[in-house]
């Protein structure tokens, strides 16, 4: 499983967009990029996926470098319920379902 | 609510036990995933089972077993165990038809303290 590097943790203030970035350098041409977040004493939760376009959905953005060797996950309001450590995960397309977690990015959103 | 449950969601037990933990995928859900959170090792996938049939393993210790039944509940058996056991263990599910990805939901986990 291609490896991705990410900020150990972040901060942002309630309300302001958050811009949480992910370096995959080894990518390949088959692999989709993941976000996965963990609230507080819950499981984890998908946020979105993209394989080369950028990608939006009620939760966030997915922002993908032309060169695909780097990702930004992009909250556009933060709240304080998006307080949470977020995963960037890569899954090769037609690979194994498994789900290999980093160690993330914590985020901590101030009031 | 993610529509995965897990029961219990906490279990003490002392070391050299046997505990079984209980995963019921949303309905629906043919795939099922054993996932294990501990401080040192982070998330770490187990086991995963398709329809009854165990289609992928990870870093699943030798003491540490699982199936998933014709409803399609799942059943995570550790065994032997040991204080480096307690964790959290999470089922995730989702819908899987080859070659198309669909998210995983994950439960809210049961927490083991081995003491």
């Known amino acids: 499983d291609a490896k991705t590097t990410q900020p150990n943790s972040m901060e942002s203030n309630e309300e302001e967009p958050v811009h949480l970035p992910c370096n995959h350098s080894?990518?390949?041409?088959?692999?989709?990029i993941h976000w996965y977040r963990q609230l507080p004493s819950q499981g984890p939760e998908y946020v979105i996926h993209g394989l080369t376009s950028n990608v939006n959905n009620r939760m966030a953005s997915l922002a993908i470098a032309e060169d695909r060797k780097s990702s930004t996950l992009i909250l556009h309001r933060a709240t304080l319920r998006d307080a949470a450590v977020y995963y960037c995960?890569?899954?090769?397309?037609?690979?194994?379902?498994?789900?290999?977690f980093g160690k993330g990015t914590k985020l901590t959103v101030n009031p | 609510d993610s529509g995965v449950t897990q029961t219990p969601k906490h279990l003490i037990t002392a070391t050299g036990q046997r505990v079984t933990l209980r995963c019921s995928p949303r309905s629906g859900d043919l795939s099922v995933y054993w996932y294990q959170q501990s401080l040192d090792q982070g998330l770490q996938f187990l086991i995963q089972?398709?329809?009854?049939?165990?289609?992928a393993k990870g870093n699943i210790l030798e003491r540490f077993s699982a199936q998933q039944f014709p409803d399609l509940h799942s059943e995570l058996n550790l065994s032997s165990l040991e204080l480096g056991d307690s964790a959290l263990y999470f089922c995730a599910s989702s819908v899987e038809v080859t070659g198309v990805y669909y998210e995983q939901y994950f439960g809210p986990g049961t927490r083991l303290t081995v003491t």
């Open positions: 995960i890569l899954r090769e397309k037609g690979g194994s379902e498994k789900l290999v």
């Open positions: 089972y398709y329809n009854g049939e165990e289609r």
């Open positions: 080894t990518i390949s041409g088959t692999d989709y």
